[in-house]
């Protein structure tokens, strides 16, 4: 059975500190998304991952992908509070598997001043 | 301005009381794609369909409904709620499915007591 596996499931941090999320999946894939969501709002899409080795960064956010160990991170450098929300990782399961994408369970992410 | 559209954002009902929520899309994207999301567990796909008139299960289809008779709409049917399907609702678009990443409608909130 497909899994994705989002580490941990609820991060409370102090402002200015850093910290990693990370993401297992059990399938092959090449393709990861990871997404954000506000409380009561909808889903942005924040990365998209399309091959190994990919990395990608906006402001305070990182995002990488190493497909060979089925592994994706986003990393939070000097956390402000703005950056409090929901994040799910998701993996794109392909043409065979309803062209359709698996999602984590969320990691919730308190950032405190 | 492109976006996808769900009514209604919020709905309390009766168990056995038939209801739609409705979905629409301007992007002339051609899948379309039902979600779940129950805490702890991401979100969970119901229904997807790829085209006009093309419709298939996900991962938890029980007691849900869909139709595709225009690209643009997507509705989901709940024939017989029961208090087990209070959760909260997304719809999503995409050109061709999840390797195009996703757009998500603003969530339905729904409660069946």
């Known amino acids: 059975e497909l899994k994705v596996e989002q580490n941990p499931l609820f991060l409370s941090m102090q402002e200015g500190k850093n910290y990693t999320i990370y993401c297992n999946y059990s399938?092959?894939?090449?393709?990861l998304y990871w997404y954000r969501q506000d409380p009561g709002k909808s889903l942005e899409s924040l990365f998209v991952?399309?091959?190994?080795?990919a990395v990608k960064q906006e402001g305070r956010l990182m995002a990488s992908l190493d497909t060979k160990a089925r592994l994706s991170t986003l990393h939070i450098t000097a956390a402000v509070h703005d950056l409090s929300a929901t994040y799910f990782c998701a993996v794109d399961l392909g043409l065979y598997n309803n062209n359709d994408m698996r999602f984590g369970a969320g990691t919730r992410l308190t950032v405190k001043p | 301005e492109a976006q996808v559209t769900q009514n209604p954002r919020y709905l309390i009902t009766v168990t056995g009381k038939k209801l739609t929520v409705t979905c629409s899309q301007n992007?002339?994207?051609?899948?379309m794609s039902w979600y779940r999301q129950d805490p702890g567990l991401g979100l969970r796909q119901i229904y997807y369909s790829m085209n006009v008139e093309v419709t298939d299960k996900g991962d938890v289809p029980e007691g849900y409904k869909v139709s595709r008779k225009e690209k643009r709409n997507f509705p989901l049917i709940l024939e017989s709620p029961s208090p087990n399907q209070t959760s909260l609702y997304f719809c999503?678009?995409?050109?061709?499915?999840?390797?195009?990443?996703?757009?998500f409608g603003s969530g339905t909130r729904l409660t069946v007591v």
């Open positions: 999503a678009s995409s050109p061709q499915g999840a390797a195009y990443g996703y757009t």
């Open positions: 399938t092959t894939s090449d393709r």
């Open positions: 992007m002339n994207h051609e899948y």
């Open positions: 991952l399309l091959s190994n080795g």
